[in-house]
């Protein structure tokens, strides 16, 4: 395999690529939550946390996938992701109604552990192949993980509508087992790799937790989330109040997946040349003039705004890899990135309580407010040695 990906580093990305494109469950969530709600008898408060839950161990997964990868290699946490990955979705098949927690349990975490284990193993192993276009290799891998909520929409409506949600859950499980499982097996760092010599000042996990570039990361990456992710379980229904009817709120999820995919791959890209810092900043200042802009938008330009959120949104989580091995050096950039995307965790853990506690404006102000803090954590983070971010 060596020999192979010596010649042909690009079969890395091609890995990759499949199977971020097969496993993109929240961009998705707006579109299958009433089908959830349905089918599995449980409200649709509880259908909406099922996918905050996934989020939540996606976070932890990213930890836990980024330690085995560090210890084992890219293709065995690959082959681990793709095991629980597709396990969540087999599992959905036999859920009994009525039992939101079972669900959360076999369906949510699993799934979501496996997402978390398949995306630093992919996103670290390209990064070591492609050392001196970080920003490439991200974006590439990315663009794929952006798609896949159209990928997953259009799929899962043509499988829900034929054979139902719990059929439809199946047969994706099957195809993630498949394309993940085959993905991954190719899937091995470079032989003899070793940081560059910037890296020597690579940290490992405990000491980064210990130093304030960490902290103003982490909760750069959770402040970001809200004004996504507070609405994308719910952008069916509320583009559907705001006179966009049920077909256009499905085309705001599958339309926010290209927007995602577009962020995902031009914003890495950009930050190799604009800097990181600079890139999170302008996103994060958009996403805070964006959320105030939502909460007044109507008919189309519901579509037009949560693309725009959502474009920002991908695009600094696509740049967050790249800035992590930036501050933190490359030895350690599974585990570093793992913790990193706990930010995501603490936010899937907020989201429902803001959600229930707000509405209307005040929702949108919130988000707002949410991103402005981002901006502001980024705007006082520096990297160690002086260099620009």
Not at 52 to 62: A, D, H, M, R, Y
Not at 280 to 290: M, P, T
Request: overall charge positive; hydrophobic content about 55%.
């Amino acid at each position: 395999m060596q020999k192979f990906l010596r010649r042909c580093p690009w079969a890395v990305l091609a890995a990759g690529a499949p199977a971020q494109l097969v496993t993109g469950v929240p961009p998705a969530a707006g579109a299958i939550r009433q089908s959830v709600a349905s089918c599995y008898e449980i409200r649709a408060e509880a259908a909406a946390a099922a996918f905050s839950v996934f989020i939540l161990f996606f976070g932890v997964g990213c930890v836990l996938g980024g330690l085995l990868q560090d210890k084992k290699g890219p293709r065995a946490a690959g082959l681990a992701g793709a095991a629980l990955t597709s396990g969540g979705f087999l599992a959905a098949r036999f859920v009994p109604a009525g039992a939101p927690w079972l669900f959360y349990a076999c369906f949510s975490a699993p799934a979501g552990l496996g997402c978390a284990f398949l995306y630093p193993a992919v996103m670290s192993c390209a990064q070591k192949w492609y050392a001196g276009r970080k920003g490439l290799a991200t974006g590439v891998i990315g663009v794929a993980a952006g798609a896949s909520g159209a990928a997953l929409t259009l799929g899962g409506r043509f499988l829900i509508d034929r054979w139902g949600i719990r059929a439809a859950f199946f047969a994706i499980g099957c195809v993630q087992l498949a394309v993940c499982g085959l993905a991954a097996a190719i899937l091995e760092d470079p032989d003899g790799f070793a940081p560059p010599a910037e890296d020597g000042r690579s940290l490992a996990p405990r000491a980064m937790l210990r130093t304030g570039q960490y902290r103003l990361l982490a909760a750069s990456v959770c402040l970001a989330a809200p004004p996504v992710l507070l609405f994308s379980p719910v952008i069916v229904e509320l583009a559907r109040d705001r006179g966009l009817g049920q077909v256009g709120g499905l085309w705001c999820v599958v339309a926010g997946s290209a927007a995602s995919a577009a962020g995902r791959l031009s914003m890495p890209w950009l930050s190799d040349r604009a800097g990181r810092k600079a890139v999170d900043l302008g996103l994060f200042a958009a996403e805070c003039a964006l959320s105030a802009a939502f909460a007044f938008a109507r008919e189309w330009w519901v579509l037009a705004v949560y693309c725009a959120l959502t474009f920002c949104y991908a695009g600094q989580a696509a740049v967050l890899p790249a800035a992590v091995t930036d501050l933190f050096g490359q030895r350690h950039a599974g585990v570093n990135y793992g913790f990193a995307a706990l930010g995501m965790s603490a936010a899937a853990l907020a989201l429902p309580v803001v959600s229930r506690a707000l509405s209307g404006w005040a929702l949108h102000a919130a988000a707002a407010a949410s991103a402005a803090l981002a901006f502001a954590c980024m705007a006082f983070l520096k990297r160690a040695d002086g260099k620009r971010l």
